[in-house]
């Protein structure tokens, strides 16, 4: 043995032999670290997990269903992603390095913690997630983004996300360790919570299919899995929300559902033109699809005071449009109702404190839209209920959403969907179509559902 060993004598991996198994099991009870022990086979489990989601991905891939982007994968990218194993390696290696021998408390972990495991989801939810958006987003400056390979895969796997340049696999290293570390320092760290992030960040990066629409719209999404930063600074992809509701259409239609009710939130024009996105994006679908704007119109010129009719039909006639009604009776009242102050103003849900200022004294502010105003600044008006309708009393163990009806009130819109799916129509009710406004009022009518008797919300 040389008496003055340089710095290369050495293996560079002779330190980790003291971690070997033979090591763990010659010595003593209090010196053994069980941490370090379970690093390596950690490893392998990795591995296999990821191996599992790469396999079931390819599967379903080959299959033609549930793809996200209607494209196969390229050989290409096969090869370029064969290294995924890589990053696993890597981690291991320093994970050993900074643990074992580097980061004082890095040893002797206990094998649960709870007050590690809630500073862990606090610095996972805090800085990690607000510092990878900011990283993600920088990485796609042109300066960078051209020199990373990552991007390539158009048809993203499970790994896609860990196949990226060296430089990048430290950084994130680094910002992924830093719950590790921080507990570790702060003596809360310990076994489970800390293999078990690891397998949490795998799983989500896994499963995730929102990177692909990432990867198809490179200025959208760059959020690791909590999109709060994407909605924060508006580089959310709509067409996010829109993946999710299809893929909820197809699920209920594979269980058998007749009708599917959209959400008050999915109906925006911008959003998916009304709900007709999903219809003209799968016409072979069996289950309809109704968002209930029928029943809407009809509350509208229904059950909420005559009056509001009538200035329905006022304001539709100042724009121009003709109105037509049934009954000569009809006709004169609204001929004298154009003489009078109607005092009603027919608004969304951005009615602006500005606005409202502007409504003389006693004005009710009926809402058409499904929300009502964010705000009500005006003592002197009333501010009706959104369209709504009182369920019948047999109607039973169903949940609505809208906590600003009072008790056993639902939006016309979900009723819409309820009564089209008791009628068993068989057509669709969304996007630009309506149905008869008159047979869908009839139809509610008929299975109970009543109008309203307490108009107005303080």
Known sequence: MASKPGILTDWPWTPLETLSTYSFMVKDEKERDLLNFLIFPFLLWRMLHNQIWISLSRYRTAKGRNRIVDKHIEIEQVDRERNWDDQIILSGILFYIILGKMLPGGTQFPIWRLDGVILMALLHAGPVEFVYYWLHRALHHHYLYSRSHHHSSIVPEPITSVTRPFAEHITYFVLFATPLITTALTGAGSIVPAFGYITYIDLMNNMGHCHSLHHTQLRANYSLFMPLYDYLFSTVDKTSDTLYETKAILEAEEKGARVISLGLLNQGEELNRYGGLFVHKNP????????????????????????????????????????????????????????????????????????????????????????????????????????????????????????????????????GGIVHALEGWNEHECGYTISNVDTVWDAALRHGFLPLTIPTQS
């Open 284 to 415: 072979e679908l069996k289950i309809k699809v109704v968002d209930g704007s029928s029943l809407a119109v009809a509350v509208l010129t229904n059950s909420i005071l005559t009056k509001v009719a009538y200035a329905t039909a006022f304001a539709l006639c100042q724009k121009g449009i003709q109105v037509v009604t049934l009954r000569e009776d009809e006709h004169e009242k609204l001929i004298r109702s154009f003489g009078s102050n109607l005092k009603i103003w027919l608004v969304g849900n951005g009615l602006t404190e500005e606005e409202q200022s502007k409504a003389e004294r006693g004005t009710m502010f009926v809402p058409f839209s499904q929300f009502p105003p964010a705000t009500k600044r005006r003592k002197d008006c009333t501010y009706h209920l959104t369209l709504a309708m009182a369920t019948p009393a047999a109607l039973e163990n169903v949940d609505s959403c809208e906590n600003w009806l009072p008790r056993r009130v639902m939006s016309a819109w979900r009723i």
